[in-house]
């Protein structure tokens, strides 16, 4: 099992130190986890729950467990470009525009669960790949420089306050 130590300030934006504090000194196992904990925390869930939103014009639990999936996806992506010394720059995405085109109300809790799982592995399969030089590899996505470790970081910090939402003010797992 690869270490990942948490990135430094200069190696992501300044807005993901938000979700970067959240995460421990060892960031893959962190993200390996989580990979337990959150499909654990998610799989109960009844359709009814699944489509609740705790305050008009918020996402509903659905909603959420999409964008997640979403926001990793073009987190590893960035990563796996990253790490194969690709210095194209990448776009940013809009997650508000995001998660309605997504549809994840009308899809079952259980196959998004699911979903967010094979996710997961395949981002910890991702990380596990790379020795630490590529690690440390930067790009740039959205007008600011990033490293591969700070997007594991980012993943992993997202995750965690996500969860925390969800657990706070969606009482999920309560």
Do not use: C
């Not at 000194?25 to 109960?44: C, I």
């Not at 669960?113 to 590529?134: C, M, N, P, T």
């Amino acid at each position: 099992m690869p270490y990942i130590t948490k990135p430094d300030a200069d190696e992501h934006a300044p807005y993901y130190g938000t979700y970067i504090r959240l995460v421990g000194e060892d960031v893959f196992a962190q993200l390996e986890s989580q990979a337990r904990t959150t499909p654990q925390l998610l799989a109960g869930l009844s359709e009814d729950k699944g489509l609740h939103r705790y305050a008009p014009g918020k996402w509903s639990v659905k909603e959420v467990i999409g964008h997640l999936a979403d926001a990793e996806r073009v987190f590893a992506y960035r990563a796996l470009r990253f790490g194969r010394a690709d210095a194209t720059e990448l776009p940013g995405f809009d997650e508000n525009a995001w998660v309605p085109a997504g549809g994840f109300d009308r899809r079952p809790v259980r196959e998004m669960v699911g979903e967010f799982a094979a996710i997961r592995a395949a981002s910890l399969a991702l990380f596990q790949s790379f020795d630490s030089d590529a690690l440390l590899r930067r790009g740039t996505a959205s007008g600011h420089p990033f490293s591969v470790r700070a997007l594991a970081a980012i993943i992993a910090g997202h995750e965690a306050h996500h969860v925390a939402l969800l657990r706070e003010r969606y009482s999920v797992g309560n």
